[in-house]
């Protein structure tokens, strides 16, 4: 049974960093995609960032961009969300995400299979 589990969440004032870890087991997970995801309070889930499976290339949404680092460590079956400079508008439940078609990246949210549970970040300003 494929389980992904995301840590590192947490509270953090506004300017502040946090880093994400989304674990996966179940199967190897070299050959897919890992995204994050959020989701607001009364606002719909949105796409943060997706890494490639080799790692070799990243896309970030707009509003995170420059700011949020996504990587992965396929030895661990592991990727990770470094968030600097945080703002009180980045406060959401932070979903990982694997892709759902071997080497296919997406930012679609129906474009990978497994989620996580999510972890809380709250940023105060």
């Known amino acids: 049974q494929v389980q992904v589990v995301e840590s590192g969440g947490g509270l953090v004032q506004a300017g502040g960093s946090l880093r994400l870890s989304c674990a996966a087991s179940?199967?190897?997970?070299?050959?897919?995609?890992m995204g994050w995801f959020r989701q607001a309070p009364g606002k719909e889930r949105e796409f943060v960032a997706v890494?490639?499976?080799?790692?070799?290339?990243?896309y970030y949404a707009d509003s995170v961009k420059g700011r949020f680092t996504i990587s992965r460590d396929n030895a661990k079956n592991t990727v990770y969300l470094q968030m600097n400079s945080l703002k009180a508008e980045d406060t959401a439940v932070y979903y990982c995400a694997v892709g759902k078609i071997p080497l296919v990246a997406g930012t679609q949210d129906y474009e990978f299979g497994s989620w996580g549970q999510g972890t809380q970040v709250t940023v105060s300003s």
């Open positions: 890494i490639s499976w080799s790692g070799g290339s990243t």
């Open positions: 179940g199967r190897t997970f070299s050959n897919f995609a």
